[in-house]
């Protein structure tokens, strides 16, 4: 399995990003799939998770009402759009394939990682 992020970069207080994982290697459509993030010198969390069938969500706290997890099982890609975004969101943001169909909220499950694509929101 390979799952390629991309959409990162630098961006202001207030801006908008919307991360892509592209997925391959096993049927994308009967894994839930989630995104992380890790900022320096604190511990991965998940920032969103999303069911295989794309019909159950979760959010962190610190998210809900500004990014929106969604996924398109017909082009094997999972989206994170984040809006209104602050310095507090910074960090290495991960995707990740987990080996069950329920909507991912934490690390437990997860069998495949990205490899990161970084988001820096300046102040």
């Known amino acids: 399995v390979q799952l390629q992020a991309s959409g990162g970069g630098l961006v202001h207080a207030g801006g908008s990003l919307r991360l892509s994982c592209a997925a391959s290697g096993r049927t994308f459509s009967n894994y839930a799939m989630g995104w992380f993030r890790q900022a320096p010198g604190k511990v991965r969390e998940c920032v969103s998770g999303i069911s295989a069938s794309g019909r159950s969500t979760y959010y962190v706290d610190s998210v809900k009402g500004r990014f929106t997890i969604s996924r398109d099982n017909t082009k094997n890609t999972m989206y994170l759009q984040m809006n209104s975004l602050i310095p507090e969101d910074t960090a290495v943001y991960y995707c990740?394939?987990?080996?069950?169909?329920?909507?991912?909220?934490?690390?437990?499950?997860?069998?495949?990682w990205g490899q990161g694509t970084l988001v820096t929101v300046s102040s």
């Open positions: 990740a394939q987990s080996s069950l169909i329920s909507v991912v909220t934490h690390a437990g499950g997860i069998d495949y």
